[in-house]
């Protein structure tokens, strides 16, 4: 008898034994052997004291395999059998199903058995009735309908044509469809449409869901479920509920009367907005009121975007007449013909919006000659600057003073110039990006007038920084890094205050170049400071630190974490705690480096009094202050502690809002952490949401190929993966991991985090070879970037021994 | 009633059937949006599906397909865990201003924690060595959903018998996980 086998027997015998007898049971029966006897005891313990998780099966306890069996006959449908559930409604389900008769595959729309489901077996033939009357390429086909008894429930089914294809949100994706390919699919539906309008069937819920394209690029409408025959009148003729991203103005408030066709038709328009922008119809406001932003228009634009707008028109009556004259219109564009859709006067729509902006526009003007006259533009660098020695100096008063004033300058400078994008862009004849026109204005500006202003090298200057700085706000470093250049030509002198001056610029030209990605340059602009500082003992003491603590910041960013924490300390140790927003951003640092260690504690330690000294030295508003409400917020958001984490991001994404603007790199920052946060909470649809934000921002002001934007579209991706949209996180991942690769230098950390992730992704979809691969992948580009100690190869050689 | 034959893990058969369920979860975690994971009815309800389709294919012995189907799932729900905990643990890099890219802490899933999960599963490969019939029970009834009655007759034993078993293995386990989860 084995041992085992032992302890069967007696833990048997103990278990049948009145619990008061079990203990002098198993003394005698064990005799000296002392293990057996506390091995059954410990085991009549658990058996007794616990409810075990193995009690439900692991697939919860509605599930047997033997039952599942058993039940499988059941899902004979007439003819079919349900070979797969690939649609799971309210209603319905449908299942990819075989005709027995043929051995056809079919798709088996199946009425919910007993299910309060607003489809009712009579709507459900009279959807196959529509259906039977169509007869398009486009439109999956009605191959048989009946009436069916499921577990003694009364049902119908549907037996469709099986379209073996993805919805063509996710087709557009990840094929990587041209907008040619985009305008011909979306034509392609319109006709499909026309169909079944011309035979006397609306859709009623037309949205990509229900587009389907095969394999090779062919889209099918699916889903009649909501369609109604447009000889029905009155209630009868009003579909239900809908998706209102798609629905007509007047289907979403339910106004009568309810026009089938022309409703059809602006969820075309909605359909092929959302395929030719990117953007959701209803990311602000209803498409019909929204303006396509600078990235946006990319793919929409001049008689493209009229034929779109003129499908999403309001009033109906307006509206792009049938889905023929839709389809015929893309045609027409395709074709390079002159399209008929009307485009509303360009006069008019500037009337209306000169008026809406009447005060705007004043202030520009305002602006426009303050801009020339090199009174607005003093640095926000420069500015912090000073706000920093005034401060040592005592003034907070006047610092804060100060500040304000340069903010709401440049403020008005930012709002003159959108405005002047604004304006270029309606007058237009097409609506070109409106931020490329603003930019060239400034640029020809910056060209135009300094022969004009031949002799005033110091209206000059202020001309170039201050243009230079108004670029940044549209995001467009590398011509703010152009002007700035130019400004320090004209710089030069060796007075005390003229040197100050040339580092100040440095420091901001670095600043610049840093926000554009490229380190090494803003490190070799940091250099020059600091051999200024080396060779003129007048260069000032904050100047200095500044200086320090900028190359901090740029090699942090270029993930350099051990030389900073090196050199953060050193500074410290010269600088000590000096009053100044130099300081101040140098604890931040210091926070962000215990945040990374996964210190929590001591950031928060660390950044809670320089945020309190922050607030009181500098004020509120302040870009430090700022930086600081942040960081401490995202060091209590992962040390899990979400309400102080809440309450300081909320208030760093407020402040940077109205300070620097939403579109702020600082403020995309912000933004990005607050999506961290929520979804940390579990709050998992809102932080797609801000994520999505966040990186659409991102793409928007840093460009799509930036570091930082790529992180972000890292992060949404992570997002859908734990929402468990596994196929859109895929086509995300590979898309980043291939830009990643076009722009990042060889060695890019970011390389191997990019490998990292796809990787666990594919190891979540059981994708396990090419999960090894690429775990492999991204441990060679690490191993050759990290110390052999650092946690990131741990991890992933962790990872890589968990597969199978 | 033939014999009961052990799974073969290496039969034509186990690879279908695995593949069959593999496939399901897959599919069910692609297409169930909300879902943070495996969903488990969503697994169940298929499984059921592959089973009838596996069993149209080549009439085997019902028991035996049934048995392979337990391991299948075993095998699939220990996979996806251990990927589950390895993205729970993976931090990863951190780096930017306090950006974090990875660290997607999951909520549990419906269906058994997958710590537990990993853990089971180490101990059950433990108790095969030691009781290869109780730890097929395991399989069966933790995995396979499949009733004592239904056991007995794979096993080729008495109600009765897979009752004792059921009592011992499941303390067995039970002090086994909880022994690997604080080594004293």
Redesign the interface.
């Known amino acids: 008898m ?1 041992r ?2 032992q ?2 027997a007696l ?2 015998e103990a ?1 049948a034994a009145p619990a008061a007898a079990r203990e002098e049971l198993l003394r005698r029966a064990c005799g000296s052997d002392e293990e057996l006897r506390a091995e059954v005891e ?3 313990r ?2 007794e004291a ?1 409810e ?18 058993a ?3 059941e ?1 004979r449908v007439g003819p079919y ?6 649609g ?1 409604g309210a209603s319905s389900l449908v299942y990819r199903a075989c005709d027995t008769r043929s051995g056809v595959e079919v798709a088996l729309k199946l009425l919910r058995p007993g299910a309060l489901s607003a489809q009712t077996i009579e709507d459900l033939l009279a959807e196959a009735e529509l259906l039977r009357g169509l007869e398009h390429p486009a439109i999956a086909r009605c191959l048989d309908a009946g009436r069916a008894n499921l577990h003694g429930a009364s049902s119908a089914y549907l037996a469709l044509e099986f379209v073996r294809g993805t919805t063509l949100n996710v087709y557009v994706r990840s094929s990587r469809a041209c907008v040619r390919q985009r305008i011909e699919l979306l034509a392609a539906v319109a006709r499909a449409v026309q169909h079944a309008h011309e035979r006397g069937c609306a859709h009623n819920d037309l949205k990509p869901d229900n587009i389907l394209v095969d394999g090779e690029g062919r889209p099918k409408l699916i889903d009649f479920g909501a369609a109604r025959s447009l000889r029905s009148s009155g209630e009868a003729a009003r579909p239900p509920g809908g998706t209102p991203r798609y629905s007509s103005p007047e289907r979403r408030n339910g106004r009568a009367p309810f026009d089938a066709v022309a409703s059809d038709v602006y969820s075309l328009g909605a359909i092929a907005w959302e395929l030719l922008t990117a953007q959701a119809p209803g990311d602000e406001g209803s498409p019909s009121e929204a303006q396509p932003s600078a990235a946006v228009t990319l793919e929409l634009r001049g008689e493209l975007e009229r034929v779109v707008r003129h499908a999403l028109e309001h009033e109906p009556a307006r509206r792009c007449r049938s889905a023929a004259f839709f389809a015929d219109e893309l045609e027409r564009y395709l074709a390079g013909e002159a399209v008929l859709s009307p485009r509303p006067s360009a006069a008019r729509r500037l009337a209306e919006f000169a008026r809406a902006n009447r005060v705007l526009v004043g202030g520009f003007a305002a602006t426009l000659l303050a801009l020339m006259a090199g009174v607005a533009g003093t640095s926000w660098a420069l500015q912090r600057a000073r706000v920093a020695r005034d401060a040592e100096r005592e003034q907070r008063e006047l610092a804060e003073v100060r500040l304000e004033q340069s903010q709401a300058a440049r403020q008005r400078a930012v709002q003159g110039a959108k405005i002047l994008g604004e304006l270029f862009r309606r007058f237009s004849d097409r609506s070109r990006d409106g931020a490329e026109k603003v930019e060239a204005a400034l640029v020809s500006a910056a060209n135009a007038l300094p022969p004009v202003l031949a002799g005033a090298e110091e209206v000059q200057f202020a001309l170039h920084h201050s243009l230079g700085i108004a670029l940044a706000d549209f995001g467009r470093y590398e011509l703010t890094v152009e002007q700035l250049e130019r400004a320090l030509a004209l710089a030069g002198g060796e007075r005390e205050e003229q040197l100050e001056r040339r580092a100040s610029l440095l420091l901001d030209i670095a600043a610049a170049q840093s926000l554009r990605g490229d380190q090494l340059a803003s490190l070799a602009r940091i250099d020059e400071v600091q051999r200024l500082a080396d060779l003129h003992a007048s260069i000032s003491a904050p100047t200095r630190l500044r200086c320090a603590v900028a190359r901090a910041s740029a090699l942090l ?1 270029r ?1 350099r ?1 051990d030389e900073v924490r090196v050199l953060a300390a050193q500074i410290r140790a010269q600088h000590g705690y000096a009053p100044g927003a130099s300081s101040l951003a140098l604890a931040s640092i210091e926070g ?1 480096l215990l ?2 260690e ?1 210190r929590f504690e001591q950031a928060i330690e660390g950044l809670t009094p320089a945020l309190a000294a922050a607030r009181a030295q500098l004020g509120e508003r302040h870009d430090v202050t700022l ?1 600081l409400l ?2 401490l917020g ?2 209590w958001s ?1 040390a899990k502690d979400f309400a102080p984490a809440e309450a300081l991001l909320d208030a760093a994404l407020e402040g940077r809002t109205k300070v620097l603007g939403e579109r702020h790199p600082d403020t995309l ?1 912000t933004l ?2 607050l999506a ?1 946060l929520r ?2 909470q ?1 709050r ?1 649809e809102e932080a797609l949401d801000l994520q999505a934000r966040a990186a659409r921002g991102r793409a928007e002001v840093l460009g799509p190929l930036h570091p ?1 934007t790529l ?1 972000s579209r ?2 949404y991706a ?2 859908l ?7 859109e996180a895929l086509v995300e991942l590979r898309d980043l991991l291939e830009s990643a690769e076009l722009v990042l230098p060889e060695r890019h ?2 390389r ?2 990019y490998r ?2 796809l990787a ?1 992704l594919l ?4 994708e ?1 070879d090419e999960a090894r691969t690429n775990y492999r992948a991204c441990l060679e580009l690490w191993e050759a970037q990290f110390r052999p100690d650092d946690p ?1 190869l741990s ?1 992933v050689r ?2 890589l021994s ?1 597969l ?1 | 009633m033939s014999s009961p034959t052990p799974p073969n893990e290496h039969s034509e058969l186990y690879a279908q059937i695995y593949e069959e369920i593999r496939a399901i979860a897959r599919r069910s975690m692609a297409s169930e949006r909300r879902s943070h994971t495996l969903q488990p009815t969503a697994l169940a309800n298929e499984a059921f599906l592959a089973l009838a389709r596996v069993r149209e294919a080549g009439a085997f012995e019902r028991t035996h397909v049934v048995a392979l189907a337990s391991r299948a799932i075993r095998r699939i729900l220990v996979n996806h865990a251990t990927a589950r905990l390895a993205r729970r643990r993976g931090d990863g890099a951190r780096q930017e201003e306090l950006d974090e890219q990875l660290s997607d802490e999951l909520s549990a899933p419906s269906g058994a924690d997958p710590l537990e999960l990993v853990a089971l599963n180490e101990a059950l490969e433990e108790l095969e060595r030691v009781d290869a019939r109780q730890a097929q029970l395991v399989e069966l009834r933790f995995f396979g959903g499949l009733s004592h009655e239904d056991i007995a007759r794979i096993q080729g034993v008495s109600a009765r018998t897979v009752d004792g078993d059921w009592a011992l293995a499941r303390a067995w386990l039970r002090r086994r996980i909880d022994s690997a989860k604080d080594p004293r």
């Open positions: 084995s085992h086998s302890i069967r833990f048997l278990l410990s085991l009549v658990i058996h616990e075990s998780f193995l009690d439900a099966g692991a697939l919860g306890s509605g599930f047997r395999v033997s039952e599942a069996l039940r499988s006959d899902l059998l349900a070979l797969a559930l690939i799971d960013e993930g974490t962000r945040t990374e996964g930086g942040n960081n995202s060091a992962q920052q990005h952490n961290s979804r940390r579990g998992l930082r992180l890292n992060n992570s997002q993966q734990a929402l468990g949209r596994f196929p950390w970011q191997g985090l990292r992730n666990v190891h979540e979809m059981g396990y990131r991890d962790h990872l968990l199978p």
